[in-house]
């Protein structure tokens, strides 16, 4: 029986799936136009502001690179780049080895698991303000959690938050604390997703506990390890709510990060294109750490 085109034939030939159909940028558009509202117009203004002397009512002149050559001369812009490494340095490891921990403690299927899983993620539902009023407590000389517990011992807790030596320490364990959550639930996200078999092929060899975990569940976690690395070096590279309810940047301006830093220059001093020139050194910063994060873990897992 011969088959009729339900269509003309000349409309079928002309149509191809490979073919560009411009209406589909009809369901793109609204996130365009969000990204493009929301980070590629920002970034191009924040870039454009960084080379204009400009305050909160006008955009100002053109100065080319004063601001930059006034910001690397500020000797506190220099100490809060430092500050914002070593408060990287202190919490993203710590996130990272202990949400992986966590993440492989409580990897059962049993009821006091999913409460603990529940405790250890509920504090990153809170707001930084609350996480700050919590922790303030803990470190109040004298009265607080902390100095309760040393007295038990005979002992004086250290005023934490205004010693320069322990000042940042206080703050990276507060947000440690505080977003511990977000790499536990994504390593036991990971981890769900191993194959059983594996481990079962792994009990008949009589492969030990330790062998299991270095041979099978690391190797196969590796990206969301990367993953939860780089996650991180972004967000704490962002320190500003902790060190401005905390501590207020001090003492001695140890715990002034850049974003605190930022903020001061542009809403209590008026300067938006010293603060833009601010921003944009430290999105250069965290675009370069978390690339060269990238770039050598991956150089590792290649050769290994």
Excluded at 37 to 54: D, E, Q, R, Y
Excluded at 183 to 212: H, K, V
Aim: hydrophobic share 55%; proline share 5%; glycine share 6%.
């Amino acid at each position: 029986m011969r088959r009729h085109c339900p269509m003309p034939c000349s409309a079928v030939s002309s149509f191809s799936i490979h073919q560009p159909r411009w209406r589909n940028a009809v369901f793109v558009a609204p996130y365009l136009l969000f990204f493009s509202t929301l980070l590629v117009f920002p970034l191009i203004w924040g870039i454009w502001l960084s080379f204009h002397k400009a305050d909160m009512f006008s955009s100002g002149r053109f100065v080319g690179i004063d601001n930059y050559v006034r910001l690397f001369r500020d000797a506190v812009f220099i100490q809060s780049i430092w500050n914002t490494f070593y408060f990287v340095l202190l919490t993203v490891p710590a996130l990272a080895l202990l949400g992986l921990f966590l993440a492989l403690a409580l990897n059962r299927n049993t009821r006091s698991a999913a409460v603990f899983r529940t405790l250890f993620f509920a504090s990153s539902v809170l707001s930084v303000t609350i996480v700050t009023l919590i922790w303030r407590i803990v470190f109040i000389p004298q009265f607080g959690l902390l100095a309760t517990i040393f007295g038990w011992f005979g002992a004086q807790a250290p005023a934490a938050l205004s010693d320069p030596d322990l000042a940042m320490i206080a703050i990276a364990i507060a947000t440690v604390w505080w977003c511990l959550g977000l790499p536990m639930m994504l390593f036991l996200s990971a981890l769900q997703q191993i194959p059983g078999d594996i481990y079962e092929a792994a009990a008949l060899d009589n492969a030990s506990r330790w062998r299991t975990l270095t041979a099978i569940t690391l190797p196969s976690i590796k990206r969301t390890f990367i993953l939860v690395v780089i996650i991180q070096i972004v967000l704490q590279f962002q320190l500003f709510g902790q060190a401005l309810l905390m501590t207020r940047g001090g003492p001695n301006n140890v715990t002034r990060p850049i974003v605190l830093y930022i903020y001061e220059v542009t809403f209590r001093r008026w300067d938006l294109g010293l603060g833009a020139a601010a921003s944009e050194v430290l999105f250069i910063l965290i675009l370069l750490a978390a690339m060269g994060q990238y770039l050598v873990t991956r150089r590792k897992g290649e050769v290994a």
